[in-house]
């Protein structure tokens, strides 16, 4: 059962226009939340996260919001450039336990120059 | 700077073989995981270690095992490797003990099982 979901596999975007990925969780007692990005044949690498006392972290280019209500965190480029181009993969993790992630599926994020 | 080091790059094994990856990490984390990477299905933890010489299974451990005997290495072991085991394995590493903690990959492996 998919604790974490990406409903969307891939996205296209403009250079320069805002892109929007999406991310939904069920598991209430997730309390920290991560983005990665992921070139081919490379490991995912840490872009940015928010605790859930939060609702919004912004790094540079990227912002991510987070509303626990509806149980959906959302990640925000701006502006695109052509080397976002990679597989993104939300993750959650819950507050207790071993420190375990768990992920989406991913999307894939295209920016057209 | 986190660095996170995986053996292979690329395996090709055989139906039966045994194999062995190996992840090595040189920021004195506590935990260490493994997960295996496939389309449509995104990340599956297959095992983690907190501590050495202790393991815990993640969502998809059979058909593997895994070894902590030092802190800084952790390896995964295919006991008799499957075709269905062919995937993209990645190591990650957290500090530990601190909870909301970002985990940090290795550059994976990717294993083709004939």
């Known amino acids: 059962d998919q604790q974490v979901k990406q409903n969307s596999p891939s996205l296209s975007v403009q250079e320069g226009r805002i892109s929007i990925l999406n991310c939904d969780y069920t598991?209430?007692?997730?309390?920290?939340f991560l983005w990665y990005k992921k070139y081919p044949a490379e490991g995912p690498t840490f872009l940015i996260s928010i605790s859930s006392i939060k609702d919004k972290n912004e790094d540079g280019r990227f912002t991510v919001f987070l509303n626990k209500s509806a149980k959906h965190l959302s990640l925000h480029i701006v502006p695109s450039q052509p080397g976002d181009s990679a597989v993104y993969f939300c993750?959650?993790?819950?507050?207790?336990?071993?420190?375990?992630?768990?992920f989406g599926t991913g999307t894939r994020l295209t920016v057209i120059p | 700077d986190v660095k996170v080091t995986q053996s292979s790059r690329y395996l090709v094994k055989r139906t039966g073989e045994k194999v062995f990856l190996e992840c090595v990490q040189d920021m004195d984390h506590e935990n260490m995981f493994w997960y295996r990477q496939d389309p449509g299905l995104g990340l599956r933890l297959i095992y983690f270690?907190?501590?050495?010489?202790?393991?815990e299974k993640g969502d998809i451990p059979e058909g593997y095992s895994v070894s902590r005997e030092k802190k800084e290495r952790f390896s995964l072991i295919l006991e008799s490797a499957s075709t269905n085991q062919t995937s993209m394995y990645l190591c990650a590493t957290s500090i530990g003990g601190a909870g909301q903690e970002t985990q940090y990959f290795g550059p994976g492996t990717r294993l083709l099982v004939l």
């Open positions: 270690s907190y501590d050495v010489k202790m393991k």
């Open positions: 993750a959650a993790s819950p507050q207790t336990g071993a420190n375990n992630l768990f």
């Open positions: 598991n209430s007692m997730f309390d920290y």
